[in-house]
């Protein structure tokens, strides 16, 4: 061995796709083409604390003192995202930009390049100080608190301890079927347990509280509003036609004469515009958008009263609808359809999107915009 470089390094990675050498340093990053020479990028990495360097699908990631920066060439470094220690960093295989980060409050990812960084749920996991991809969404990491495992992408992590003296563990390598664990107390090696049993597909869970709110939370509905609410159509066209004479006996009344003033044809239309009009429509097609929602203006206190009761009596009937329909989709999802036959199966699939738009019907679409982004409180 020969030193090349006289500056404490913790760090070294190389850029894909490029005869492009990385390491990080107590003193900032250097790069070198041909790992003897090493260079100062010069580009404000000069007084960060490099902790460790990560090869990316497009470019290198350091975890520093002063935050994640990137590089897709090992030499025009910025910080991505906000300024603060930052331990390990693990880029994603599976997605451009994407990456795990340990900070000090725990296990961060990132989706977009380090923009922003979210937090798994459950255990927050301190002190880590090695991060291991094992496949997709498989992460291990080494802590201080001992070795914890994720099945999710990090969303949710377990302890996976078992079997050492002390939870101060420092780094994970693997080789195909070969685990290895670098601890305080010397080197362990992960023991297979029994195969598991693979778990049936899931899907995500859609929320029961954001269905009911949108499908009771229509104005006519509403129980502060002091006006009533009913369904109206195209208002009724009625036309009057009149023969209008103008003829008139003598003024004198001696003659007896008429006196001719003329005539003339007389056409009135009125328009009935009012939910209580009713129309026999017999079978007449109704075109959908002639009908909607009409205010009829203000109540008195004792039919605002009648209509509340009515109101109330009708959310709780769409409101048992709803849950009706959001258990027996449930049901439907839970079914088990690996041994089912390729008829059960389509009828399921039938089934479950005929809930569906029966929800969408009855939600204004809200199981739609919940099944892209179940996050959203109102949807």
Same mark, same amino acid.
């Given at each position: 061995?020969?030193?090349?470089?006289?500056?404490? %390094?913790?760090?070294?990675?190389?850029?894909?796709?490029?005869?492009?050498? %990385?390491?990080?340093?107590?003193?900032?990053?250097?790069?070198?083409?041909?790992?003897?020479?090493?260079?100062?990028?010069?580009?404000g990495t000069e007084a960060v604390q490099v902790a460790d360097l990560a090869a990316g699908q497009d470019g290198v990631w350091a975890a520093t003192s002063d935050g994640l920066w990137f590089a897709p060439d090992a030499q025009d470094w910025q910080r991505v995202g906000a300024a603060g220690p930052v331990q390990?960093?693990?880029?994603?295989?599976?997605?451009?930009?994407?990456?795990?980060?340990?900070?000090?409050?725990?296990?961060?990812? /990132?989706?977009?390049?380090?923009?922003?960084?979210?937090?798994?749920?459950?255990?927050?996991?301190?002190?880590?100080?090695?991060?291991?991809?094992?496949?997709?969404?498989?992460?291990?990491?080494?802590?201080? #608190?001992?070795?914890?495992?994720?099945?999710?992408?990090?969303?949710?992590?377990?302890?996976?301890?078992?079997? @050492?003296?002390?939870?101060?563990?420092?780094? &994970?390598?693997?080789?195909?079927?070969?685990? &290895? !664990?670098?601890?305080?107390? =010397?080197?362990?090696?992960?023991?297979?347990?029994?195969?598991?049993?693979?778990?049936?597909?899931?899907?995500?869970?859609?929320?029961?509280?954001?269905?009911?709110?949108?499908? /009771?939370?229509?104005?006519?509905?509403?129980?502060?509003?002091?006006?009533?609410?009913?369904?109206?159509?195209?208002?009724?066209?009625?036309?009057?036609?009149?023969?209008?004479?103008?003829?008139?006996?003598?003024?004198?009344? &001696? /003659?007896?004469?008429?006196?001719?003033?003329?005539?003339?044809?007389?056409?009135?239309?009125?328009?009935?515009?009012?939910?209580?009009?009713?129309?026999? &429509?017999?079978?007449?097609?109704?075109?959908? #958008?002639?009908?909607?929602?009409?205010?009829? =203006?203000?109540?008195?206190?004792?039919? $605002?009263?009648?209509?509340?009761?009515?109101?109330?009596?009708?959310?709780?009937?769409?409101?048992?609808?709803?849950?009706?329909?959001?258990?027996?989709?449930?049901?439907?999802?839970?079914?088990?359809?690996? %041994?089912?036959?390729?008829?059960?199966?389509?009828?399921?699939? !039938?089934?479950? $999107?005929?809930?569906?738009?029966? @929800?969408?019907?009855?939600?204004?679409?809200?199981?739609?915009? !919940?099944?892209?982004?179940?996050?959203?409180?109102?949807?």
């Amino acid at each position: 061995w020969r030193r090349v470089l006289d500056v404490p %390094t913790h760090g070294l990675a190389r850029v894909p796709g490029r005869a492009l050498w %990385t390491a990080g340093t107590d003193d900032g990053i250097r790069f070198s083409v041909d790992g003897v020479t090493w260079l100062d990028p010069e580009d404000g990495t000069e007084a960060v604390q490099v902790a460790d360097l990560a090869a990316g699908q497009d470019g290198v990631w350091a975890a520093t003192s002063d935050g994640l920066w990137f590089a897709p060439d090992a030499q025009d470094w910025q910080r991505v995202g906000a300024a603060g220690p930052v331990q390990r960093v693990l880029p994603d295989p599976d997605w451009v930009r994407g990456a795990w980060v340990a900070a000090p409050d725990g296990v961060l990812r /990132t989706d977009d390049g380090g923009k922003t960084l979210s937090p798994g749920l459950g255990a927050q996991i301190t002190g880590v100080s090695s991060l291991l991809w094992l496949g997709t969404g498989h992460l291990l990491a080494a802590s201080a #608190d001992g070795v914890w495992e994720s099945l999710d992408g990090g969303v949710i992590w377990s302890s996976r301890s078992r079997g @050492l003296s002390d939870p101060d563990t420092r780094a &994970l390598a693997q080789d195909g079927a070969t685990l &290895l !664990l670098a601890a305080e107390q =010397g080197i362990f090696r992960l023991v297979p347990g029994p195969p598991a049993e693979e778990a049936p597909p899931t899907r995500p869970v859609i929320p029961l509280a954001p269905l009911l709110a949108a499908a /009771t939370g229509r104005p006519e509905l509403s129980q502060k509003t002091g006006n009533r609410w009913a369904a109206t159509v195209l208002p009724r066209m009625t036309v009057n036609f009149d023969w209008v004479d103008a003829s008139a006996v003598d003024w004198s009344l &001696l /003659t007896g004469t008429v006196a001719a003033g003329g005539t003339a044809w007389g056409v009135s239309v009125g328009l009935t515009w009012t939910p209580r009009a009713q129309t026999n &429509l017999e079978d007449a097609l109704l075109p959908i #958008d002639a009908v909607w929602l009409a205010n009829d =203006g203000p109540m008195s206190q004792a039919f $605002a009263a009648s209509t509340t009761r009515d109101a109330v009596r009708y959310r709780v009937a769409v409101s048992q609808t709803v849950a009706d329909l959001y258990f027996a989709r449930a049901d439907l999802e839970s079914v088990a359809t690996a %041994t089912a036959s390729l008829d059960e199966a389509v009828d399921t699939v !039938l089934r479950i $999107a005929e809930i569906d738009a029966r @929800l969408d019907l009855m939600t204004d679409g809200a199981l739609s915009r !919940l099944r892209t982004d179940p996050t959203r409180e109102n949807p």
